[in-house]
C-alpha cells in the first residue's frame, strides 16, 4: 500500500535561509508524487509533482524536490526563504490501484523568521 | 477561470440538523472528490467519484453521504452533523484522461463546518 510520512511537525527557520521539508514515501510500484502548499485560510496549491521522467523536479516560488528512490524519498527544498513562505506543506503520493486518489501526508507547518 | 466552488464557506450548524456543502467544477473533469482537514491529520478522503452516478468510499467516509447527478457537481450531505464533524473540507476535482498524474488536482477554497 502506497503511503507518505513527512518527517518533520514544524520546521522554522529564517528568511534568506534553505528550507528543507522532508518526505518519505512507501510504494511498491514507481510512484506519483506532489508537493501542495496551504496558506493560512486558503485552499491547497500544487507546487510540483513527479511523475517518473526526472528526478529532479523544479515546481512554483523557487521550491524543488528531488525523488530518490534508494532512499525513498523526495524532500522538498528552496534555496533562500522569504517571508512568503511561512505555510503548511503536504507531501501527497496517488494510491495505487485506485485511479486518482491522494493519499496526504500529515502536514509540516513552514515557519519564516524575519 | 477554471476553479472548483465551494459553498458555503463557514458554517455553523447544531447535531442533528442536516446540511449540505456544495462543490461544483467548470473544467468537465470526471474525478471528484471529497476531503476533510483535521490538525495533525492531514487531509484524508471521505468519498470520490469517477464519474456521473459513479461514487466509492474513501478512507473516512460514516456520517456522510455523496451524490454525481451532474458532471460538475459533487454535493456533500450530513444526514445527522455530529460535532466530531466538525472540521475544514476540501472538494477537488481533477481529469482522468489524460491522467490526474500529469495535471494534478484542483482544490476549492474549502468550507470551515463546526457542529456544536
Known amino acids: 500500500a502506497q503511503s507518505v510520512t513527512q518527517l518533520d511537525s514544524h520546521v522554522s527557520v529564517s528568511e534568506g535561509t534553505p528550507v528543507l521539508l522532508r518526505c518519505n514515501y512507501s510504494?511498491?510500484?514507481?510512484?506519483?508524487l506532489f508537493w501542495y502548499v496551504q496558506h493560512p485560510n486558503k485552499g491547497l496549491q500544487l507546487l510540483l509533482k513527479y511523475t517518473s521522467a526526472a528526478t529532479l523536479v523544479k515546481g512554483i516560488n523557487g521550491f524543488e524536490a528531488e525523488f530518490k528512490k534508494s532512499e525513498t524519498s523526495f524532500h522538498l527544498t528552496k534555496p533562500s526563504a522569504h517571508m512568503s513562505d511561512a505555510a503548511e506543506y503536504f507531501c501527497v503520493v496517488i494510491r495505487g490501484g485506485s485511479q486518482g486518489n491522494l493519499i496526504f501526508g500529515k502536514g509540516t507547518k513552514l515557519s519564516v523568521k524575519p | 477561470e477554471a476553479q472548483v466552488t465551494q459553498n458555503p464557506r463557514y458554517l455553523i450548524t447544531v447535531t442533528g440538523k442536516k446540511l449540505t456543502v456544495t462543490c461544483s467544477q467548470n473544467m468537465n473533469h470526471e474525478y471528484m472528490s471529497w476531503y476533510r482537514q483535521d490538525p495533525g491529520l492531514g487531509l484524508r478522503q471521505i468519498y470520490y467519484?469517477?464519474?456521473?452516478?459513479?461514487?466509492d468510499k474513501g478512507d473516512v467516509p460514516e456520517g456522510y453521504k455523496v451524490s454525481r447527478k451532474e458532471k460538475r457537481n459533487f454535493p456533500l450531505i450530513l444526514e445527522s452533523p455530529s460535532p466530531n464533524q466538525t472540521s475544514l473540507y476540501f472538494c477537488?476535482?481533477?481529469?482522468?484522461?489524460?491522467?490526474?498524474?500529469?495535471?494534478?488536482?484542483?482544490f476549492g477554497s474549502g468550507t470551515r463546518l463546526t457542529v456544536v
Open positions: 510504494s511498491s510500484y514507481s510512484p506519483s
Open positions: 477537488a476535482s481533477s481529469p482522468l484522461s489524460p491522467t490526474p498524474e500529469r495535471d494534478g488536482y484542483t
Open positions: 467519484s469517477m464519474n456521473v452516478e459513479v461514487t
